[in-house]
């Protein structure tokens, strides 16, 4: 079997969009082009208004029979209903650090199991990761889009001043640091997610000198 080209694979994903008051993103290997012939594609659709049960159903069955169509393997470790769909409303928390309030001023907990990858705060961290993450533009509301990476970069620089152990604005290199490794070492997957390093200097830059941080509240040191 000859793979699909990703960008056929991707115009199709577009035409799932099932709200246009909202936007679609494929992130992932798909967008960073080091998807293997067979890799899944990691989709966000977002939108206007909560879409029923019936609706979601109907989005996952589409996408997972594009994942089909192609030959392309299922990644259901976080379940679609979690990963697949958002609206306006939790974008918008996700881009403020809503899933990081529990912990913040810590590490975040990360734990790979179904029971924390079903909740919300989980959801919201991965729509935090997807507008922070390389990702495509697949379409729709493109004013939304930009309003909302362009909040979850100065978001990505405030969450990386509450993690590092001075006052102040942190330096590029101590605000990278920050969101790529824990001080436990964990990274990827195990932490928040973040796999491009440049990508993530980039979002950094802008966060840090485009928009002044607010000041974040301290990480209390270990005694």
Partial sequence: MTPTPTPTILLEAASLLPDT??????????????????????????????????????????????????????????????????????????????????????????????????????????????????????????????RQVRCAERSAAALAQSLTAHDGVPTLHEAWAALWQAPDGRTGKDYLGYLVAPHLLSVLTRGLTDHQVPTAPRRQPIR
């Fill in 21 to 146: 008051g909202g936007y679609a993103l494929a992130y992932g290997s798909h967008a960073t082009a080091t998807h293997r012939p067979t890799s899944d594609l990691d989709l966000l659709y977002t939108g206007d208004h909560p879409l029923d049960d019936g609706d979601l159903t109907a989005l996952t069955a589409a996408v997972v029979a594009l994942h089909h169509r192609h030959g392309l393997d299922l990644d259901e470790e976080v379940p679609y209903p979690v990963k697949l769909y958002a609206t306006g409303d939790q974008v918008d928390q996700a881009a403020t650090l809503a899933g990081f309030h529990p912990s913040w001023g810590t590490p975040p907990p990360t734990v790979r199991e179904t029971w924390f990858l079903s909740t919300d705060a989980f959801r919201l961290r991965l729509v935090f990761n997807v507008l922070t993450s390389p990702h495509v533009f697949l379409g729709g509301n493109i004013t939304a889009y930009h």
